[in-house]
């Protein structure tokens, strides 16, 4: 069946520092990769996503590139932010219509 | 805006009683529907997908009987806890993928914290 690997968290970074998050996944077939984020007593909101082999997401500063042959989808960022506190969940999809595998999530906490 | 809207967003029932949670698609039509279980700091699970006409698929683990879904519309589906205990109390998640060109995007709703004591 499908699954999700995530880093484990908590992260705690400065503000303006290089993040890094890893996410490798087993999946049948050609998924399509999400990266998700919830912010404190919120619901989960898309952040990026990427629907097929070397296919990069980006929004908010963020990007992540869409490996076959690692079968991962790492997110990063160049200069987080303080707003940037959250939890963030890496995830996949047999279909886009379809039920999502999501990893354990990344607790991020970025500090001024 | 939210396109997909949860009912209520907190909710404390007492032990045994059974709780109702709305998931709706606000501008768009789902014939699927689907609900996560989401514990402390921890991931989403998935609960089952909800379909429009015909019964729910329960994933391994989750008690048809316990968690009753219905979906009686292309723009609601309904969770019922039954017979709540201590044990349920989680935070409850719903999903529905709204078709955007060739592709869909799933879009969650904000959440149900649930309560029991």
């Known amino acids: 069946g499908n699954s999700v690997t995530q880093m484990e968290g908590p992260v705690t970074l400065s503000e303006e520092a290089f993040l890094t998050i890893n996410c490798t996944y087993t999946?049948?077939?050609?998924?399509?990769l999400f990266w998700y984020v919830q912010y404190p007593g919120e619901g989960l909101q898309l952040l990026l996503k990427a629907t097929k082999a070397d296919d990069k997401g980006s929004n908010k500063g963020f990007e992540a590139t869409y490996r076959k042959e690692t079968t991962s989808f790492h997110l990063e960022k160049g200069s987080v932010q303080v707003s940037d506190s959250a939890v963030y969940f890496c995830?996949?999809?047999?279909?886009?219509?379809?039920?999502?595998?999501f990893g354990d999530g990344t607790t991020l906490t970025v500090k001024p | 805006g939210a396109v997909v809207s949860q009912h209520p967003s907190r909710v404390i029932c007492k032990s045994g009683t059974s709780v109702k949670i709305e998931c709706r698609s606000l501008?768009?039509?789902?014939?699927?529907m689907f609900w996560y279980r989401q514990f402390p700091k921890k991931s989403l699970m998935l609960m089952a997908t909800s379909n429009e006409g015909s019964k729910a698929t329960y994933e391994q683990g989750v008690e048809k009987d316990k968690f009753l879904i219905n979906h009686a519309s292309l723009t609601l589906s309904t969770l019922t806890v039954t017979s709540a205990h201590p044990e349920d109390s989680s935070f409850y998640i719903c999903?529905?993928?709204?078709?955007?060109?060739?592709?869909?995007?799933?879009?969650f709703g904000p959440g149900t914290r649930l309560t029991v004591t």
């Open positions: 999946a049948t077939g050609y998924p399509s």
């Open positions: 995830a996949l999809s047999n279909t886009n219509a379809g039920k999502s595998t």
């Open positions: 999903s529905a993928p709204r078709a955007g060109g060739p592709t869909y995007e799933q879009y």
């Open positions: 501008d768009f039509q789902a014939t699927t």
